[in-house]
Nanobody, 123 residues
Framework: QVQLVQSGGGLVQPGGSLRLSCTFS????????MGWFRQAPGKERVFVGT????????HYADDVSGRFTISRDNAKKIGYLQMNSLKPEDTAVYYCAAKPGGVSSTLEFYDNWGQGTQVTVSS
């Protein structure tokens, strides 16, 4: 079955950058679109961004657009979330997710999830 294993994350100062990785196994990576979501303490998990099969299309939540970039390497079966100009309000557990079919910002449509990785933005 499909498995997603995340890496990256950690503590970074405001204005800094981090890159998260999501390694896919158990299927044909290029058959799946990817989504990234985050969950801040005491809050619901929310959409961050999504990318289509080939990487030619991406869509972001308004609060990260222009700062975050999603990409993928289908040969390596890895998805990436590059986060720049990080703010304290970006502090959350970040999750990658994968699904067949079209891109979506709806959490419930994704049935394969990574384990989550903590990102803390603080001075």
């Amino acid at each position: 079955q499909v498995q997603l294993v995340q890496s990256g994350g950690g503590l970074v100062q405001p204005g800094g950058s981090l890159r998260l990785s999501c390694t896919f196994s158990g299927g044909t990576f290029s058959d799946y679109v990817m989504g990234w979501f985050r969950q801040a303490p005491g809050k619901e998990r929310v959409f961050v961004g999504t990318i289509n099969y080939s990487g030619s299309f991406t869509h972001y939540a308004d609060d990260v657009s222009g700062r975050f970039t999603i990409s993928r390497d289908n040969a390596k079966k890895i998805g990436y979330l590059q986060m720049n100009s990080l703010k304290p309000e970006d502090t959350a557990v970040y999750y990658c997710a994968a699904k067949p079919g079209g891109v979506s910002s709806t959490l419930e449509f994704y049935d394969n999830w990574g384990q989550g990785t903590q990102v803390t933005v603080s001075s």
